[in-house]
């Protein structure tokens, strides 16, 4: 869609506001609405000034003005405003320079494509998260001097089961790990996730299979159609507003969050990635799981900087929360074609055109942005220095003996600790200029206060353990 076609749908649909969005730092979305009067051809070129002294980890007060550069081909008529809206996706521009601010990760996710198609590797990258999510019907939160709690309801929830409610308890819900694909009564969600799956579509993803997930308390998948870096991040944060404002709608609440409740699964975000070059798929080969030299090494430079991509890709200190041994996680670094259990997977396609691997260790309190052209960057770094993972892991890796279980790596147990991989291993995110440190170091710190805030938080648990001693 070119600028003149902007125009054209303004004035097709009678748009009164445009919602310039950008993303932040941690991932969160943020916008700014002006009238459509003020949209023009003149506009797509000089953008909407604005504060960026005011997003946490970005500009000092001192130099806070930059740009809003909205990108015509990411228009689409947003379906939750009363009035008429056109949303459009922005880049964060320096005015000094007119390039991509280097914190912006919308700018960076295209500085990782270009640096790709520069490389010589291939052409593009293909991505396609798979965002699990949460619908409850009820979140308490309480945090203070004296105390600290949370709740959260669903009717759903197996814990529910000798509850009475006034029109009476219907007994259908999901038992702890019985949420796989049951049909209604059990499954509960049908008509929401329905609901979310055709707002998808209405903002311009190619919506592919709904379902409810293994816990219980009202998990569910919705995947929409793979995509490239950029295109594809930003449909993540599409997803994340339709989905969380359907629920709204319906007077539920969705989260993204990957560990809501205790002793039950948790949710992730697998990640399918690809490279392709001049229309061939760079995946496909004779090797291992129909995989091709290229896609091992890129798995080997996964493997290698597992440990500092998990700075980006498990972004929350309840992300660790989920990646725990012994626990179906996929915590162990490993690659195969059949096991679920190793933290890359190489799905059985049936056209070699698809080949691809999963990634299953991401979650979706991840920025995006950054989380794919980090896993990007460490593919590209596997390729060029022809980094191979090893033999497949294709036994139960939940399963070994302990001398064959600490041959096999696995990534972080904690933010911080991803926090000080990603300190010392860097180098392979600066290649093109794509991260700098200016930004990495902004990171780490905007991160290391979010530990610092759990650390210095007494937990329920630890009252339990220590109260009496």
Not at 104 to 121: H, N
Not at 138 to 149: F, L, P
Not at 286 to 297: E, H, R, V
Request: with cysteine; glycine share 8%; proline share 5%.
């Amino acid at each position: 869609m070119t600028p003149a076609d902007v125009l054209k749908l303004i004035k097709e649909k009678e748009a009164k506001f445009a919602d310039l969005r950008f993303t932040d730092t941690i991932g969160k979305e943020h916008h700014v609405t002006i009238p459509t009067r003020l949209v023009d051809e003149g506009f797509f070129k000089d953008g909407k000034m604005f504060d960026g002294s005011s997003i946490a980890g970005w500009k000092g007060i001192n130099e806070s003005d930059m740009i809003l550069m909205p990108d015509p081909a990411t228009a689409v008529i947003d379906p939750f405003y009363e009035e008429t809206t056109v949303d459009l996706r922005c880049d964060v521009i320096e005015p000094m320079t007119m390039q991509g601010y280097g914190r912006d990760p919308r700018s960076l996710a295209k500085r990782a494509e270009a640096y790709l198609k520069s490389s010589g590797i291939a052409d593009s990258a293909l991505f396609g998260p798979e965002n699990e999510f949460f619908i409850f019907d009820n979140v308490t939160v309480s945090s203070g001097m004296n105390g600290c709690s949370y709740e959260v309801d669903s009717y759903e929830g197996a814990w529910n089961s000798g509850k009475t409610y006034e029109d009476g308890n219907k007994a259908h819900r999901p038992a702890v790990k019985g949420g796989y694909f049951p049909v209604p009564p059990v499954d509960s969600q049908q008509d929401i996730r329905t609901a979310m799956s055709m707002a998808c579509e209405e903002m311009g993803l190619k919506f592919e299979v709904h379902h409810h997930e293994v816990a219980t308390a009202g998990q569910g998948e919705i995947n929409v159609a793979a995509n490239t870096l950029t295109k594809k991040a930003d449909e993540v944060q599409i997803l994340k507003y339709a989905l969380q404002n359907v629920a709204h709608g319906y007077g539920k609440t969705l989260t993204f969050m990957p560990k809501p409740i205790v002793g039950d699964n948790g949710s992730g975000m697998h990640v399918h990635q690809s490279l392709q070059k001049e229309g061939k798929a760079l995946f496909a080969g004779d090797k291992y799981g129909g995989l091709s030299d290229i896609a091992l090494y890129y798995i080997g430079g996964i493997i290698k900087h597992a440990r500092a991509i998990n700075a980006f890709t498990n972004a929350s200190t309840n992300s660790y929360k989920r990646l725990v041994p012994g626990f179906e996680a996929p915590v162990k670094l490993a690659y195969s074609a059949r096991n679920r259990s190793a933290s890359i997977r190489i799905p059985w396609i049936a056209n070699p055109k698809g080949r691809r691997i999963e990634v299953r260790f991401p979650d979706a309190t991840a920025n995006p942005y950054f989380a794919f052209a980090s896993m990007l960057l460490a593919g590209i770094d596997g390729i060029q220095n022809k980094i191979h993972p090893g033999e497949p892991g294709d036994k139960d890796l939940y399963d070994l003996e302990p001398e064959e279980d600490k041959k096999i790596p696995t990534v972080c147990h904690s933010l911080d600790m991803a926090l000080d991989y990603l300190d010392k291993d860097r180098g392979f995110l600066k290649a093109g200029g794509v991260f700098t440190d200016d930004l990495i170091d902004a990171y780490i710190e905007l991160k290391m206060k979010e530990v610092t805030r759990v650390r210095m938080t007494t937990h329920p648990i630890e009252v339990e353990m220590y109260y009496s001693l």
